[in-house]
């Protein structure tokens, strides 16, 4: 399509030359005593149009002498002063006027001393020659609007892709002025009251301690739970912060935590196994996450809908893929698949932004499985 616009004016300076060149030759077939180089005269004037576009200024220097050389001759009249003023119009267009104006005067004062305007030589000279020079100025004012009107569209363009960019900046900085404001909110509904419990459980561990006395697990898991809950907490605002960070985003938990989420479903009463297969190897950081945080959800689940229930945690670094699957033996029954909660959504957002596959629901043998297939780009 550019290969075609990039022919389209080359395809019209070239026809508007052949039909100058065709009239040309017509008014030279008609004039009296024009031979052969004057028919060669108005042709090479009326061709070297082909390049009033792209090279005005020497358009506009060989038609006009060779449209003098034809006037010298025989004397055509007005018709040998249009390739002319077709390339006066081109040159004052392009922005070259004192050059222009140059040209046109010489070719206006000699056409008057080779009696250009008028094939008889009578009085009508100083009347062809007003029009010539009425023809001409049109010309140049003609090419100084449509040289404005130009410069006018281009300033328009320019404005508007500016008010483009300014506006998609303004949304950039009302999303960072957001993100901001949400952190400022998550900092203060949620920070003190977590620091309240991670102290408030130290201090009661602190005193069953010192009295000798049996730290109860649950007591410890919260503790725990609550000083995790604080970094994520603080990785998530810094995210928040400044979203085009890289190690904001390291600091949020992957896999190589996992060990120790397992660890704390442990503490609080749920049996759960984590079984890895394949060669472990660095993820991708959005695929590390959602593994993650899959995971975590999944044995949220588990404690809260399955009482009593184990749980295995399954992941598999396959060549293509990573595969986390997290399965209970708990009492789902096939035929009544509970509700889709939050967690679920969340569970589902986070995979299908990965472009991957999600399955959660009750088994057939009993129990709940969540499977997530997480894919990891080419193989290295």
């Known amino acids: 399509m550019s290969s075609m616009n990039g022919w389209r004016p080359l395809v019209q300076d070239g026809l508007l030359a052949v039909a100058m060149a065709l009239f040309l030759s017509v008014v030279v077939a008609i004039t009296p005593h024009a031979g052969a180089l004057d028919l060669a005269a108005a042709l090479a004037g009326s061709l070297a149009l082909v390049a009033w576009r792209r090279a005005p200024l020497a358009a506009l220097v060989v038609s006009a002498v060779c449209m003098l050389a034809l006037a010298a001759h025989v004397r055509p009249g007005p018709a040998a002063a249009f390739p002319v003023i077709v390339a006066v119009f081109a040159a004052f267009r392009a922005g070259h006027r004192v050059a222009t104006a140059l040209v046109g005067t010489a070719f206006l004062g000699l056409g008057l001393m080779v009696r250009l305007p008028s094939a008889d030589g009578s009085l009508r000279d100083l009347q062809s020659l007003s029009l010539l020079v009425g023809w001409f100025a049109a010309a140049g004012v003609t090419a100084t609007v449509t040289r404005h009107r130009q410069a006018y569209l281009e300033e328009a363009e320019r404005r508007a892709a500016e008010a483009e960019r300014t506006r998609e900046e303004a949304a950039r900085r009302r999303a960072g002025e957001e993100r901001l404001r949400i952190a400022r909110e998550l900092h203060d509904s949620l920070t003190h009251s977590i620091s309240i419990i991670k102290v408030q459980a130290g201090v009661a561990v602190h005193l069953a301690r010192r009295r000798g006395e049996d730290v109860p697990p649950a007591l410890l898991a919260i503790q725990e739970a609550s000083g995790d809950a604080m970094r994520e907490l603080r990785a998530t605002l810094e995210v928040l912060r400044d979203a085009d960070r890289s190690d904001g985003e390291s600091l949020a938990s992957g896999l190589d935590r996992l060990d120790d989420l397992v660890e704390r479903a442990r503490s609080i009463g749920l ?54 699957q997290v399965d209970d033996d708990g009492e789902a029954d096939p035929d009544a698949p509970p509700v889709p909660g939050t967690g679920l959504l969340g569970m589902r957002e986070r995979v299908a932004a990965l472009g991957g596959r999600l399955r959660a629901g009750p088994r057939p043998e009993g129990g709940f499985t969540v499977r997530a297939e997480l894919p990891l780009g080419d193989p290295s």
């Open 271 to 324: 049996p759960a196994t984590v079984t890895i297969s394949g060669t472990r190897r660095d993820l991708p950081a959005e695929v590390d996450r959602a593994a993650y945080r899959i995971v975590q959800e999944a044995l949220t689940n588990v404690s809260r809908h399955a009482g009593g229930a184990a749980a295995a945690v399954r992941v598999d670094y396959a060549s293509g893929e990573l595969v986390v």
